[in-house]
């Protein structure tokens, strides 16, 4: 093998954890997740959400644009149409 070429037993597998839904420090997917399998030394974790996440810990970012906040939005068709049917 020359110089330039890698063993397959010297790549570490990659994980990349993507999330449209939460925000990228959510305990959830940023500790019990990315972190606990960058803790094992085994995998190069990548987490893609929105927003930094604290004290990276092995995990690198791949920043995705701002998550909406949904709490606020308009209500789905089903709630409509029921309100609106009531008598």
Known sequence: MGPDRVSRQDVRPRV????????ADDPRIFDRECRSLAATGRYDVYLAAAGAIPGAAGVTLIPLAPVPNSRGAAPSAAVTNAATTRT
């Not at 990349?16 to 925000?23: A, E, G, K, L, R």
Request: proline letters at 0%; glycine letters at 0%.
């Open 16 to 23: 990349i954890h993507v999330t449209t839904s939460h925000h």
